[in-house]
């Protein structure tokens, strides 16, 4: 017996379709190099397997938000270039700058904290460019004194600046306006670097939907995240299909209980559903607490013996129930949440509607009670050398 089929639910990673998303990706951005974003514990898919198969599949560097993601990748024992830009005061900059962790620079506060680390090594720094979004990255109007600080700590020793970056805030809406004056903001701020002697590995801005959208935002570096899972950056941008890519994560739960019940009966808290006649209940053992959306309460779709089924009522925390209008499947037959749609099952995307939300949402919330396994973790000389193995964690 698979000793995962008694599973309550799995989340399925095909590290196959991510090293197809990975080459796919690549030949989009052909010239430069591709950062597989594993932030976030790859997206809620696993940072680490998800590193592992990137880089077989040619991602030269590994990105995460925290120096926590990135030191882990370490000592997990992937090598190459791994950067990381999330920071805050009194972060682990000497750990991090040791194992050789390319980290982000968006202040002076955190040019100085790297330089008192003192750290038995240079620091490698990326400095990075408010060029728009408004979050991280430092302003234009600071930009030449961060500068002129990190050349100094470089000539001193300190730091080598190995990168100049960026991030649009709306490269997933095709033509919006704020996408051309990013570009030539990033432009200007490389240029002022350069001449100042900042001589960078690599310059890059775009994300996945620029990556997919806006070749001339490739640069020397594109950072790939959702789409290297799989899943649209936007429904503007079109279908993972449309896009070249295959989604790589399904998840699928054990139907615990089919019931008969009678015509009005109330389901799940508060009824906000009743059956409008005789009909079966299915019991679907995954809630909330899992990672499934509350708000699709209603709306979500579930694939259940052949069939596209709506969540019924209010999804609760471990659990919710789907109307199966009389229809008898075994418990512990399969219900399919989410996939890549090959067998009629709804999608991210599909959720994402439902949940008034974005595909990132759904996959990167899906919790730890859900074991991830893995298929076709080994990858031949012609794909994937075992297309039914896998392991729970």
């Known amino acids: 017996m698979n000793e995962t089929a008694s599973l309550r639910a799995r989340a399925e990673i095909d590290l196959a379709a991510l090293r197809a998303n990975v080459r796919a990706l690549r030949g989009r951005a052909a010239g430069a190099q591709l950062m597989a974003v594993v932030k976030s514990d790859g997206y809620g898919h696993g940072a680490v397997p998800c590193a592992r198969a990137a880089r077989e599949a040619g991602a030269t560097w590994l990105g ?27 972060g682990p900059w000497r750990e991090a700058i040791e194992a050789g962790i390319d980290v982000s620079v968006s202040a002076l506060w955190a040019l100085r904290e790297i330089v008192a680390a003192g750290a038995d090594r240079p620091a490698r720094v990326q400095l990075k460019a408010d060029t ?24 001193a020793g300190h730091i080598r600046i190995t990168g100049l970056w960026s991030h649009f805030a709306c490269a997933d809406e095709p033509g919006h306006p704020s996408i051309a004056p990013q570009l030539a903001a990033f432009r200007d701020m490389v240029a002022y670097a350069e001449k100042e002697g900042v001589e960078p590995e690599v310059r890059h801005l775009a994300n996945s939907p620029a990556t997919l959208t806006i070749p001339e935002a490739h640069f020397d ?20 299909a449309e896009l070249g890519l295959r989604p790589v994560m399904t998840l699928t739960a054990s139907v615990a209980l089919v019931k008969d019940v009678p015509a009005g009966h109330g389901v799940s808290y508060g009824h906000h559903y009743a059956t409008p006649a005789g009909t079966t209940l299915g019991l679907i053992p995954v809630g909330y607490a899992d990672g499934v959306p509350r708000h699709a309460s209603g709306r979500g779709p579930v694939l259940v013996g052949g069939k596209v089924r709506t969540v019924a009522g209010r999804v609760a925390m471990d659990q919710f129930v789907v109307d199966l209008g009389g229809d008898r499947p075994e418990p512990g037959a399969e219900a399919v949440l989410f996939g890549p749609g090959d067998r009629g099952e709804p999608t991210v995307e599909d959720w994402a509607v439902a949940a008034g939300t974005i ?21 031949g000389p012609a794909g994937p050398a075992d297309p039914s193995g896998g392991a729970a964690r």
Do not use: F
Request: net charge negative.
């Open 221 to 240: 570096l594109v950072r790939t995240g959702i789409a290297m899972y799989g899943v649209s950056p936007a429904p503007e941008l079109g279908a993972p």
């Open 132 to 155: 728009g979004l408004g979050r991280g990255g430092c302003q234009p109007a600071d930009w030449p004194e961060l500068v002129s600080e990190a050349r100094a700590a470089e000539q």
């Open 359 to 379: 595909g990132y949402e759904i996959v990167t919330r899906i919790g730890t009670r859900v074991p991830r396994v893995y298929v076709n973790e080994t990858a």
């Open 64 to 90: 995460t938000a925290t120096p926590q993601e990135a030191l882990a990748l370490r000592a997990a024992g992937l090598e190459g270039r791994i950067m990381c830009w999330l920071w805050t005061p009194g």
